[in-house]
């Protein structure tokens, strides 16, 4: 699943599931300058950075998408420059627990994208699936810090 092709994609909070909408694609000198140097002090061997605008929460934030160490990244800031939430899109096998529970609920599948984000204001991780499934089509499933399945807007991740 390609980035721009994503209409909804899932972030978590402590609290609960947060939405944002696909944003607007920006070059690096749209973005404000603070938050660009924060990124490349954080990340100095980050590379190919593509910038969004987003909102989330009701407030504008951006989204670094890039590549670190070979590994598919993205970081959102505020307007501050601060960071709130990192992500890592996972290549190879998924995690046994997440198989056997796709598996388990909805048969022969093929995983679209797998990514880990941590809330960086409380370091609470969150893990998003996206999975086809053939007599299902695309889902996008929640999973907590423990790898235990949550309710998702996007699909019947409690599906019994």
Known sequence: MSFKSIFFTLFFACSGIMVFSQGVTLSEDEVLPHIVARHYADHPGSLAVGWQQIEMEGANRYMATYAEDKIRRETIYNKSGRPLFESTIHEGDLPLMMSYYVEDRF??????????????????????????????????????????????????????
Request: zero cysteines.
């Open 107 to 160: 048969g022969k599948f093929r995983v679209v994208e797998f990514k880990s984000t941590k809330d960086l204001s409380n370091e609470i991780m969150r893990y998003t699936l996206v999975v086809k499934a053939k007599e299902y089509g695309e889902l996008e499933l929640a999973f907590d810090n423990e790898m235990n399945p949550i309710e998702s807007r996007t699909a019947l991740a409690s599906y019994d």
